[in-house]
């Protein structure tokens, strides 16, 4: 939340480690099919090399690893990492499931522990928002990086363009007293997932970071937000700015939630398809950099 000063990330791992994992996990089949449609684009435009060794931040379920060994072949090496243990083991136990030889998994702080390397090509969905620090983290993806090796990455634009978490958190606000991330006991997620919507402020990130070549461009899809109104109502209270405003808010939360729930339905209503599922408009940046090239 935007009134918190983060000096590290120890908050922000608990509780993607936590409550976090949980609801991304419950959630996953709405939350996944949305952003790999913005990592689909991503990866179409600016794929790795057959043979690559390329690492991916904030891998999460590792699907994305999985994927971009597929695309980058046999004779390339993914390298997934991500803060969180309890994602890194789905995504250990997943691959060796889909019998994928060419990825590995290792928890790690992108913004403080060696990445390994060098790497040609690093790759985020949505996975670099979150850092306290994301000029460090982006220098710590460079070091990684061969001499002019790339970044790609997807994070949201602004949340006005994201209609469904900006219209949703604005039912919460309307019903409960914006809490102070501060003063709760309530895991947070860091800068969060907006943090990078600005440009200017991203590809000056990317700049300190020691990146050149930045380029950003502006990717709108729609979105599913749920298969019916009562899903999309659960998962605006799953995860995004709604849900952290009610977890952060506890009890003054709880004591109207017959009312948000009522009010979201409604809203959801605004956004329903022809088939019944709620759809609503969704907007990143899909972001590349190079690292300098040598000499
Ligand atoms: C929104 S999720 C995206 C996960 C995955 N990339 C996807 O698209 O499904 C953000 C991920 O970043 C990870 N993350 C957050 N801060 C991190 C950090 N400092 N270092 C490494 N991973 C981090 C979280 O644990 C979480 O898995």
New binding site residues.
Partial sequence: MADKVYVD?TE??AA??TV??DR?SQYRHI??VA??RF?DVAIAEGPPRAGDRIL??????G??AQQLAQVAGPSSHVVG????ER?IDAARDEAARAGVENVEFVV??????PLSGPYDYAF?????????NPVA?LRNVRQSLRPDGTLTM?VWRRKLDNEWMQRSEEVVDRLVPKPNAEESDALT??PG?FSMANADTTSDILRAAGFERIALRRVDLDMLVGQDAQEAVEVALA?GPAAETVRLAGDDAERVRPLIERDLRALAGEYTSASGAIVAPASAWVVSAHAPAAG
């Fill in positions: 990330n922000a791992t993607w480690n976090l994992f991304f939350f996944v952003l790999k990592g991916d931040i904030g891998c999460g379920f699907d994305t990492v991500d803060a969180a994602f790690a702080d992108v913004q403080t522990e985020a969905r949505m996975g670099t928002m979150f850092f306290a983290a997807v997620c860091g997932p995860l």
